[in-house]
C-alpha cells in the first residue's frame, strides 16, 4: 500500500465515481473536494467546501486545503495537511498532543491531594473551567 506525498488538483464540475490517488477533486459548483485518503487506504475523503468546513486557497496553480484532514473513521486514522499541492502528516505534532494531554492529567492529580472541603469544591469548579478551555483549545487544533 502506497501513500500520496502530493496531491494534484482537479477542477471539475462533478467529483467522479472513481477516484485516482494523489488528485484533489474540486468542484467549485458544487462547493466540495473529494480525494482518496493519502496513506492509500483507497477510503474515499470528502470534505465540503463552506466556511463552517474546509476551504480551499490557491496559488500559483497550488491549493492548500484547511483545516487539516482527519480520518477519524477510518481505520488509517490518517491526519494531514494539505499544503500547496504537498501532504504533510500530522505525527510531528504528536509530541504537543501529549503534552496537553499530560498537563491535564498533573492538573487532575492535584485534584486528589485533600484540603478541606469548600477549597476543593472551589478548585474543582476552576479546575473544570481550566479543562474545558484546555479541551476547546484542543479541539480546535484537532480539527
Ligand atoms: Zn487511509
Known amino acids: 500500500m502506497t501513500g500520496a506525498s ?3 488538483p482537479e477542477f471539475v464540475e462533478f467529483i467522479p465515481d472513481r477516484l ?16 482518496l485518503c493519502c496513506c492509500g487506504c483507497e477510503r474515499e475523503v470528502v470534505t465540503p ?10 496559488r500559483e496553480g497550488k491549493v492548500s486545503l484547511a483545516p487539516s484532514v482527519g ?10 495537511w494539505i499544503s500547496a499541492n504537498r ?11 501529549i ?12 485534584l486528589h491531594v485533600p484540603k478541606p472541603q469548600g477549597w476543593v ?8 473551567e481550566a479543562s474545558s478551555v484546555l479541551l476547546s483549545k484542543f479541539k480546535a487544533w484537532w480539527r
Request: proline residues 4%; contains cysteine; hydrophobic residues 40%.
Open 49 to 58: 467546501l463552506n466556511p463552517a468546513k474546509w476551504r480551499i486557497t490557491e
Open 20 to 35: 485516482e490517488l494523489g488528485v484533489l477533486y474540486i468542484s467549485r459548483r458544487y462547493a466540495t473536494a473529494s480525494h
Open 6 to 8: 502530493h496531491l494534484r
Open 121 to 128: 469544591r472551589r478548585f474543582a469548579g476552576q479546575l473544570a
Open 99 to 110: 503534552q496537553a494531554v499530560q498537563a491535564r492529567d498533573r492538573r487532575d492529580a492535584e
Open 87 to 97: 501532504v504533510q502528516w500530522a505525527t510531528a505534532m504528536a509530541p504537543e498532543i
Open 71 to 80: 480520518n477519524w473513521s477510518f481505520p488509517c486514522r490518517s491526519h494531514y
